[in-house]
């Protein structure tokens, strides 16, 4: 960090800093230890009217000393990092920092209550956490939800497509470009949508068949493709939201994916997929930093966005061709080297001024 520090502008905006190991573990420290300040700016991004709760992302750690580190399905020490996020902002909203053997209904209750937000939609990825159990605590909790089944789960009724034919389904909508087909089933107090989509049947009939012919010591045959046909393309929603229609419910669901991005921002972008770090504390106040750079991301996607520039950028392209705007130091005097043509055209495209 010293070595960043001192090649770079930031030395002159803010002088005299010292970036030691010492000093930089004490400053995490004094972070982590005040979560109440942490909330209170987290809660400062609260805005959108459209939240939903995703599920839990792990970290793994390199110390076993922490009580947050547990051992996960890995054999490895980690922690669990749950988010909060906004439908219509397309930000995090909220996070926490939470054990690596916490994955339960208590710990989405408490993140929800201490991040203020009232309403809250719980969609978890994870098609292995429905359970009845599951349903009851979150229905004790009074917490809205919508969970994917397994393809297997007796809930879903598969004879209107075992019919073979669409005049049995309820209806269809457009989503991004492609025709959805949907029909429900289910109980009335807790109903189970079903949808189907097209391109993603005909790519899992493709590769069923493409296994019987390189994999079939492992099972994979003609009559199991034909038992199982009906189901490709298929994905099951459980939801206690009734009033909501199929298209909203798949629209939310299908934000998932806004999450997943958000994940391997953090872990790939910002290369915060594993710590070092050997204190819970220190861990409270790393991520806190880590969210910071988060929603600086996004408020360079968002400009795109606003640019109509993300079909020609990407974040990580605008953070490459600004680090090429560069001055360097010579003795005691800063000068400025030549901006890139590429570099320029950006900063012209997204109408910066830079001082």
């Given amino acids: 960090m010293e070595l960043h520090y001192q090649d770079s502008w930031v030395s002159e905006v803010y002088q005299g800093i010292s970036l030691s190991k010492n000093v930089l573990h004490q400053i995490l ?14 809660r400062s991004f609260v805005k959108g009217k459209e939240n939903l709760l995703i599920d839990l992302t792990h970290i793994f750690s390199l110390s076993d000393n922490m009580d947050l580190t547990e051992k996960g399905y890995n054999n490895q020490f980690d922690f669990n990092l749950l988010f909060i996020f906004s439908f219509d902002q397309k930000i995090p909203l909220f996070y926490r920092v939470l054990p690596g053997n916490v994955r339960d209904v208590s710990s989405l209750k408490a993140t929800i209550e201490e991040s203020g937000i009232k309403d809250v939609v719980i969609i978890v990825w994870n098609k292995g956490f429905y359970s009845r159990d599951n349903i009851e605590l979150l229905e004790k909790e009074g917490l809205k939800y919508i969970l994917p089944l397994k393809r297997n789960s007796n ?25 959805i087909w949907y029909y429900r089933c289910g109980e009335k ?11 993603l049947k005909t790519e899992e009939e493709q590769d069923y068949l493409g296994r019987i012919e390189t994999h079939p010591e492992e099972g994979y045959t003609i009559e199991k493709f034909h038992q199982k046909e009906y189901t490709f393309g298929t994905i099951a929603l459980i939801t206690n939201l009734k009033n909501l229609s199929a298209c909203k419910v798949f629209e939310y669901f299908k934000s998932r994916v806004e999450i997943e991005v958000l994940f391997d921002t953090l872990k790939n972008v910002l290369q915060a997929d594993k710590s070092f770090i050997r204190s819970d504390k220190s861990v409270e106040g790393w991520m806190f930093i880590n969210y910071l750079s988060l929603i600086y991301y996004y408020k360079i996607y968002q400009l795109l966005i606003e640019k109509y520039l993300l079909s020609r950028y990407s974040c990580s392209d605008v953070l490459l061709y600004l ?19 590429q570099t320029k055209k950006l900063i012209e495209n997204l109408d910066l001024h830079i001082t």
Avoid: A, C, M
């Avoid at 107090?189 to 391109?199: A, K, Q, S, T």
């Fill in 29 to 42: 420290e004094d972070i982590g230890r005040n979560r109440e300040s942490i909330t209170k700016f987290l």
């Fill in 155 to 179: 809930l879903i009724n598969y004879k209107i497509l075992k019919r073979g034919t669409k005049k049995d389904l309820q209806g269809y909508f457009r989503y991004r470009k492609r025709f």
């Fill in 189 to 199: 107090d807790l109903p189970i949508w079903v949808f189907i989509e097209n391109g």
């Fill in 323 to 341: 680090s090429k705007y560069r001055k360097v130091k010579i003795s005691t005097h800063w000068i400025d080297l030549e901006i890139p043509k």
